[in-house]
C-alpha cells in the first residue's frame, strides 16, 4: 500500500484526456523557435559513483536477469528476427545463443542459475556467432569451469532438428579458442543430454530464479540507498547550523568541510564555493540539494520496500536499476 | 524521479516535440486538475480552464526554468485561471459568505474521485492536509514547502512523515468503507 502512488493514481483517473485537444490547439513551431534563441546548457545530473563493487554485480546481474527482454531481438527497422538456429553450450552453466540467419546473434539467456551469473553484464546480442562462443569460452575458461568438465555443445534448427553443419563449424570455432587458451574438452551434446537440459529449463521455471535473484540483489541495492540516506540526513543536521539563506558573511567555523568534502568526493557531488569564503548562503544551497536528493532517495527506497509484497517483479526491478542508476551509479 | 522526467520532457517540448506532449499530459493531469477543482465544480468550466492552463504553459515555456519545478509552476497558472474564472461567476451564497467569517469554502472536490484525500480532509489537521496537498499531489519539494511556510527544511521532512504515516492509517478506513 502506497498512498503516494494511490492517491496520483486517482487523481490522473479523475482527470480529463485532453492531452490531443491541447497538442493541436498550439504552434509548436513557434514554440521551438521561441525556445532555440537562447539554449540553456542542461544541468545535468550529478554522476554518483559506485559505491561497493557489489551494486555493480547486482545491478548487472538484475540486467542480466531480463536479458531475453532487454536486448531486443528487433531488428533495425522495428521488425522481429527469426531465429534461424539456437546453440546450446553446457558445461554447467548451461547457457544458450539463438542466432539469425546471418550468424548475429539475436537472444542470450541463460538455462539454469549458474547460466543466468554466468551472462551477467555480457552483452553478445548483435555479435557474431563465433566470435560470442568464442567471448563465452573465454569467460568459462577465467571462472575455472574449462579444468574440469566437458564443454558440451548443440546446435538445433528453427524446426529443433540437429544443424549438423553449423554445429561442426562453431565447434571448431570453439575448438581454436580453446588451443589459445590452453586446453579443455568439447564435444557435441547427445540428444539425451539435450532433452535432460530442456526438461530442467522448462520443469525449474526460470523466473523462480529470476525472483530469487531479484530478491537478493533488491537487498544489496536497498543497504547501499539507505547507507546514503543516513549519510545525508548526518550531513544535513551538520550544515543546518550555518545555513543562512541571505547570509553573506565568511563563516568563521568551517570544521565541517572536511565532512562535506568527504562526502562529495564519496558520492561525486560538485560543490561551488571557495574554500576559504564559505558563506551561510552557499550553506543554505547545499542543505536544498541535499534535501532534494534525500527526498528523491527516500521516495525511492519507500517505493522498493513496498514492491517487496507485490508480485510485479519486473516493476520491482526497474525500480531497483532505476534507484541504482540515479543515486548510487556513476555516469562514467 | 518523476520530476526528472517532467524535466526531460520540458527540454523536448521546447524543440517543439509535439510526440512528447502525451507523456507530459499524463505526468502531470492529476495534480493540475485537482487545483483546479479545488475552485470550480462545474465540470465543462474545469475542462476549459485545464485547456487554456495547458495551452499558457506551453506559450510560456521559454520562461520555464527545466531546471526548477516546471509542474508547480503550471499548477500555479492553472490555479490562478480557475481562481479568474471563480470570480467571473462569483455570486454572493453561503460559500463567500463562509469565506468571508474566514472558513474554508472548500469542502469536497467533486470533480475528483478520491475517497483517501477526502477522508484525509476530513481527519487530518488543516496544516497536515495542506502538506499533504503541497508535496503529494502538487508535486512541490520538501525544500519548497519549507520555503512557502517559512519552517526549516527538517521540521517539513518530519511532519511529512507523520503526515504519510498518518494518511496510511487512514487508507483501509477510505477503501472499506467505499465497499
Known sequence: MNVNKKIKSEMRESAPDL??????????????????????????????????????CAVALCVGLLLPSFFSSNSPDGGEKKVAY?????????????????????????????????????????????????????????????????????????????????QNSIIASMESYLAVLGGGNLEPMDEEEFERIEKEFKDKNLSEYEKSLITRYQETVLELARQKEN??????????????????????????????????????????????????KDIYKIVKELADDLEDLT?????????????????????????????????D | MQTDRIRKLIRELKKGKKEKFTEFYELTKGAVWYVISRKLFDRHKAEDVMQESYVAFLKSLHKVDEDGNPLAYLCTLARNKALDEYKKNAREDLTDVIEDYGGSAEMDTPLVNSPLVTLCKQKLKPWEFELMELTVIMGYKQTEVAEMLSKPISTVNRQYHEVIKKAEKLYKEAYDERK
Open chain 1, 86 to 166: 539456437a546453440v546450446t553450450i553446457e558445461v554447467n552453466p548451461s547457457i544458450r545463443l539463438e542466432v539469425g540467419e546471418d550468424d548475429a546473434v539475436i537472444r542470450q539467456y541463460g538455462l539454469n542459475e549458474d547460466g543466468v551469473l554466468l551472462l551477467h553484464k555480457e552483452n553478445y546480442v548483435g555479435q557474431n556467432v563465433d566470435d560470442a562462443t568464442g567471448a563465452i569460452m573465454q569467460k568459462l575458461g577465467e571462472r575455472g569451469f574449462l579444468a574440469t568438465d566437458s564443454v558440451k555443445v548443440c546446435v538445433k534448427d528453427g524446426d529443433g532438428k540437429t544443424y549438423k553443419d553449423k
Open chain 1, 19 to 56: 492531452a490531443d485537444k491541447i497538442a493541436q490547439t498550439v504552434d509548436w513551431e513557434q514554440i521551438a523557435l521561441q525556445n532555440t534563441a537562447e539554449k540553456k546548457t542542461a544541468k545535468s545530473k550529478k554522476p554518483l559513483i559506485w559505491c561497493i563493487a557489489a551494486a555493480c
Open chain 1, 299 to 331: 521516495e525511492a527506497i519507500e517505493e522498493i520496500e513496498k514492491g517487496k509484497d507485490e508480485d510485479d517483479y519486473k516493476d520491482l526491478l526497474k525500480d531497483i536499476f532505476k534507484l541504482a542508476e540515479e543515486h548510487l551509479f556513476s555516469d
Open chain 1, 231 to 280: 549519510e545525508l540526513v548526518s550531513l544535513i543536521t551538520l550544515l543546518n547550523p550555518y545555513s543562512d539563506k541571505d547570509g553573506k558573511k565568511p563563516l568563521e567555523d568551517t570544521s565541517f568541510l572536511a565532512e562535506v568534502y568527504e562526502f562529495a568526493e564519496k558520492y561525486d557531488y560538485e560543490f561551488d564555493f571557495e574554500d576559504d569564503e564559505v558563506r551561510g
